[in-house]
């Protein structure tokens, strides 16, 4: 197997304080998931984070914060948290995820350090609804819009396995495609107790299938990552996902779950012959 993998990693520096109603997700305040909740993880912690990715190949790093979007108090915290890591860890392309966000907003990431922002569309315009009804599908895709405007790197993905069709599959890749994302993060529905979906139904071929799918309807995109779930999901045919399109993988730990070890990872690049990417656009 001849290609590059890219690395990234992600960093929750706050946690479980979103008051959205996103059924798949963790981190709102209303499911009451036994998981961590801190308003503001520490710059060292962030940083040893940052450092750590480097050093096993990581060339993206990922600052999330969990809301709906993007206000004065948070964006001014990821600024600072950017403006640190660019003089720290200079080699990291440092990505933003922070919910919906205004065309001035990205601006001013875009002046602090952040190369790329992450904003998922989830699922269909249409199965949107079942998900999630405190914000729409359509403030997730005007704040794509904005990221390509800023003249960020747009980061945009979903979830497979929520009850989905495979018409909202499609739809939602269709969608994708409009977006013209430069890496599309596909996770895989990691099912807590504490959420009201159902477990993920998805078994690893139909997963297979839709990692080759994506790669098939977005071939434009420069990377199409798999990323949450994907342990849980794959099993010990993780390696299989390159074979079916995949070209870059997130390493370490995920929001609100483990991964594996970093090293693992790399072992398993190594076993299949596989190249770390150095450079990334």
Request: charged share 25%; with cysteine.
């Amino acid at each position: 197997m001849n290609k590059e993998i890219f690395l990234c990693s992600i960093c929750n520096i706050n946690s479980g304080t979103c008051n959205e109603d996103c059924k798949f997700c963790s981190q709102s305040v209303r499911y009451k998931a036994d998981i961590d909740r801190y308003k503001q993880k520490d710059i060292e912690l962030i940083l040893k984070e940052a450092s750590a990715a480097q050093q096993n190949g990581a060339l993206g790093f990922c600052l999330v914060t969990a809301d709906k979007g993007l206000n004065e108090k948070t964006l001014s915290f990821v600024c600072s948290i950017a403006e640190v890591l660019t003089k720290e860890v200079p080699q990291l392309r440092l990505i933003a995820c922070n919910g919906t966000a205004t065309l001035e907003q990205l601006l001013t990431l875009k002046k602090a350090g952040i190369k790329a922002y992450n904003h998922n569309l989830e699922t269909s315009k249409e199965f949107y609804p079942q998900i999630c009804t405190t914000h729409s599908w359509d403030e997730r895709y005007e704040t794509c819009k904005n990221v390509n405007e800023a003249g960020l790197v747009l980061i945009s993905g979903g979830i497979f396995g929520l009850g989905e069709s495979q018409e909202d599959r499609v739809s939602m890749l269709e969608s994708l495609k409009s977006l013209n994302p430069t890496s599309v993060p596909i996770n895989f529905y990691h099912h807590n107790e504490a959420l009201e979906l159902s477990p993920n139904p998805l078994n690893v071929d139909e997963a297979l299938s839709l990692v080759k799918l994506t790669r098939e309807m977005l071939s434009d995109a420069e990377r199409i990552m798999i990323a949450g779930g994907r342990e849980l999901m794959f099993g010990k045919r993780q390696n299989e996902i390159f074979s079916h399109g995949a070209n870059s993988i997130v390493i370490g730990n995920y929001l609100t779950t483990n991964g594996r070890e970093m090293s693992k990872d790399l072992d398993m690049l190594r076993s299949l012959g596989l190249k770390i990417a150095k450079a990334v656009r």
